[in-house]
């Protein structure tokens, strides 16, 4: 059974880092690209960053470009969000997924193509 399951998350000022993780289970990372996606309070779900199956392709919402980067481990079923100079906009509950369909990558990110979902867990930004 596929299972997701994000850490990592938690309270940082402006201009701070955190790395979320998400640990894997069920399948193997070489056979599903790996999602990260976000939601704020009254906003809609909006796609963060994505590492396609081959572990290749990384691709960013254009909000993130040059402040965070998708990863992974194979060796421990996790794939990473290192994410950099957090803005108070980076608030928000942030989620991994993979998409219906093994072997599959296609941008831009589009939530309702992707059908398993971790929990999520929350990023707070503030000062």
């Not at 990384?58 to 060796?75: C, E, L, M, N």
């Not at 969000?81 to 589009?110: G, H, W």
Request: glycine content about 12%.
């Amino acid at each position: 059974q596929v299972h997701l399951v994000e850490s990592g998350g938690g309270l940082v000022q402006p201009g701070g880092s955190l790395r979320l993780s998400c640990e894997v289970s069920g399948f193997t990372l070489d056979t599903y690209s790996i999602g990260w996606f976000r939601q704020a309070p009254g906003k809609e779900r909006e796609g963060v960053a994505l590492i396609s199956y081959s572990g290749r392709w990384p691709h960013y919402g254009d909000s993130v470009k040059g402040r965070f980067t998708i990863s992974r481990d194979d060796a421990k079923n996790t794939v990473y969000l290192q994410m950099n100079s957090l803005k108070v906009e980076d608030t928000a509950v942030y989620y991994c997924a993979t998409p219906r369909q093994s072997y599959y990558y296609t941008t831009p990110m589009r939530s309702d193509e992707y059908t398993n979902w971790g929990q999520g867990i929350q990023v707070t930004v503030s000062s």
